[in-house]
């Protein structure tokens, strides 16, 4: 027998209490007890987002659906919009908007870049007819995390453009203040910092992006807004939803509750640091710059020599600990170790020693347990500085 250790950024293991409450028998969707399940889960929601304005929308979808929904609820064909693409999940929103008739303009960042407010700054001055701007705040390809605060405080004086933001790896793993920073459109995805299993995407609607909807004319069907909206008024969804995640949501967001959100994302903060902490203390270089690193995932270039493809195999058949490999261009050449929803500090110091292990097994020299070592080093400063 070999224990399996699930250590990527999508999906992400899931708490036994929310896999106890899926496992209740069937409830029908158009009954009180499934009305209840529903009211839970938007004022849960609405915690995290940090949202008292904005409604919040749930659909049986994965991520994707929500970044169209976002697309189709907010815009007309011909409509000028700005994407700040540094990673894949920003190349998507850029084709999607292209795939609904958008004129998509795109600020290109490497994949190891953040995104400058000052650059956003500049194109609105130049383009008054802009009528959105899509940014990723966290970026699950490379690590990075973009400064949402400071474009919301730029895009918050266009009144006829809408800010919309992926946060579909942010949510639960860093701030993400959606009332606070003039976010009007926020994502996240169920398998991620809501500790769920993949199949349900959140959309918070501010009520500037209610407006975008009002004048949009972009076709618009299964995630048209208004649709869900009415619904919430009765504790309902339009369509049959995904009862069991539903049910799980509720009990997930439970969980965060009851840990302190403002716990939530010190505790990634934590884990985080240490497996930065552990990866730099044997030799590896971390992808992401020190001024944009997220707390979701920790993306690590392979040693030269190294066969990255290799390397995560190994992990996974020989050593049970399942990681993320690179994608698109950097497929092979970096991992990426998530850290994001239900984790502990337990996790992040097998997954090091697991990819000691694989490293010493492949060749590569290094101290064996320096990268656990410093690990531990990280964690126990975090304790006793979070018990002062």
Known sequence: MQKRYLMTPGPTP????VLLTQARPMIHHRTPDFNAVVR???EGLKYVFKTDRSDVLIFASSGTGALESSIVNCFCAGDEVLVAQGGKFGQRMAQIARAYGLDVTTLDYGWQQVVNPADIAAHLSAHANTKGVIVTQSETSSG????VEAIGALVKDYPDCVLIVDSITGIGAVECNTDDWNLDVV???????LMLPPGLAVTSVSPKAWRAYERSTLPKFYFDWLKYLKNLEKDTTPFTPAVSL???LAEALKLI?????????ARHARLA???RAGCEALGLELFAPPTGRGNAVTPVWVP??????LLVKMLKDTYGVTIAGGQDDYAGRIIRIGHLGYFGDFDIITTLSALEMALLELGYEFEPGSGIKAAELVLMQAKRTAAR
């Open 257 to 265: 509750r009851a840990e302190g959100l403002d716990n939530v994302i």
């Open 187 to 193: 994502m996240s995805g169920s398998q991620k910092g």
């Open 144 to 147: 990075i995390l973009n400064d």
């Open 273 to 275: 640091a240490a497996t």
């Open 14 to 17: 899931v708490p036994a209490e």
């Open 40 to 42: 839970a889960c938007v």
């Open 304 to 309: 030269e020599g190294i066969d990255g493809k």
């Open 246 to 248: 539903m049910i799980g």
